[in-house]
């Protein structure tokens, strides 16, 4: 289902526009991403919905300040997160994604979805039920919400996010029967890529904005990578793709 290597927009395309908004997503897809990563909150209300934003407050990243887990679906619209654009809705990302899906019934880049914020874990596995023709990767660095996701949901792929080195990834993949092991850069030595790839998980590297440092964790056998600069990257592939191919 995936490409040999996988292209992820982090953020959708994070250094060319405001991070976590439909503008910055569909730069990602316009550039040729086979698969776009967000993050996700829980809103107040009563109402299990969800909002797509990295931080836990909207101080970096908006006009507003204040914890996410206070806002309410309401005010999303009102606030800007860059260059007039909203906080998205998973919802609304999920319809933009179905813009660039060449049959309705399927196929279409794939999301996937880091579980940021706590108890995001039901109302992920609520959407994705909503939405049975997207393809999605559900990841998070907090294993325990993927445990919590996988008793909701038995088939969505799920990937375990380590910012450091834990030498019981094994047990932790193998009882979530995660699908990829998502590893920060820093720790995505050679040797650990080919361990866990070697144990049958994709491994997808975050975050890696520079076509050298790409090349090297695809030679290592990484899946992919996860970049704020798709461009570069969809360059550097396009240019490999060019070098391999019979004059
Ligand atoms: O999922 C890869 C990456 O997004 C994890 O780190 O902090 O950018 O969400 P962060
Ligand atoms: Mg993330």
Not at 180 to 200: H, K
Request: net charge neutral; with cysteine; glycine share 6%.
């Amino acid at each position: 289902m995936l490409p040999p290597f996988t292209v992820i927009g982090h953020r959708g395309a994070a250094g060319l526009a405001p991070e976590n908004t439909l503008l910055s997503f569909r730069t990602a897809l316009e550039l040729g991403c086979p698969m776009l990563e967000l993050d996700v909150y829980r809103l107040a209300g009563a109402a299990p919905a969800l909002c797509v934003i990295h931080d836990e407050t909207l101080d970096r990243t908006t006009n507003r300040s204040g914890p996410v887990a206070e806002l309410s679906a309401e005010l999303l619209t009102r606030i800007d997160a860059g260059q007039g654009q909203a906080i998205p809705t998973l919802h609304q990302v999920i319809e933009l994604l179905n813009d660039f899906r060449p049959h309705p019934q399927g196929g279409g880049p794939l999301l996937n979805i880091e579980l940021k914020g706590p108890e995001t874990a039901a109302p992920v596995a609520a959407t994705l039920r909503q939405h049975p023709d997207l393809a999605a990767l559900v990841s998070s660095f907090d294993h325990s919400q993927l445990t919590d996701f996988r008793r909701l949901d038995s088939t969505t792929p799920v990937a375990p996010l380590y910012s450091r080195w834990r030498k019981n990834w094994p047990s932790t993949a193998a009882q979530l029967g995660a699908a990829a092991v998502n590893l920060a850069v820093r720790i995505a030595r050679p040797e650990r890529i080919r361990a866990i790839a070697a144990e049958g998980y994709n491994v997808f590297v975050y975050t890696v904005n520079d076509p050298a440092t790409a090349r090297q964790l695809h030679d290592a056998g990484a899946s992919g990578i996860f970049t704020d600069r798709p461009d570069l990257m969809q360059r550097w592939l396009g240019a490999t793709a060019a070098r391999s191919a019979p004059c």
